[in-house]
Nanobody
Framework: QVQLVESGGGLVQAGGSLRLSCAAS????????MGWVRQARGKGREFVAA????????DYADSIKGRFTISKDIAKNTVYLQMNSLKPEDPAVYYC??????????????WGQGTQVTVSS
């Protein structure tokens, strides 16, 4: 069983910042890629960002490129999403994910419980 524990969500004003964290444990591997997907209320899931197992390669959705930064602490097997300049369209439940090597924004094998991000203005 792979376990993903997410934290860092909350309420922030438009233009503000949040930092999401996700710690992976269990049957995961240090060679697995990790990423973030979000789902707004009443809508489908949307790819946000992903990072390779060694942190060397990243991929971002066009809607957040230049505002969000994904990073990884390899020793802790923890991924972060630094969210700056938050916009009204960013509120959603953000899900951490991990999976076997492949296309960064492709299919993932495991998902966290999600953390809520709310933007006010």
């Amino acid at each position: 069983q792979v376990q993903l524990v997410e934290s860092g969500g909350g309420l922030v004003q438009a233009g503000g910042s949040l930092r999401l964290s996700c710690a992976a444990s269990g049957r995961t591997s240090s060679t697995y890629r990790m990423g973030w997907v979000r789902q707004a209320r009443g809508k489908g899931r949307e790819f946000v960002a992903a990072i390779s197992w060694n942190g060397a390669v990243t991929d971002y959705a066009d809607s957040i490129k230049g505002r969000f930064t994904i990073s990884k602490d390899i020793a802790k097997n923890t991924v972060y999403l630094q969210m700056n300049s938050l916009k009204p369209e960013d509120p959603a439940v953000y899900y951490c994910s991990t999976g076997r090597p492949g296309i960064l924004r492709g299919q993932y094998d495991y998902w966290g419980q999600g953390t809520q991000v709310t933007v006010s203005s």
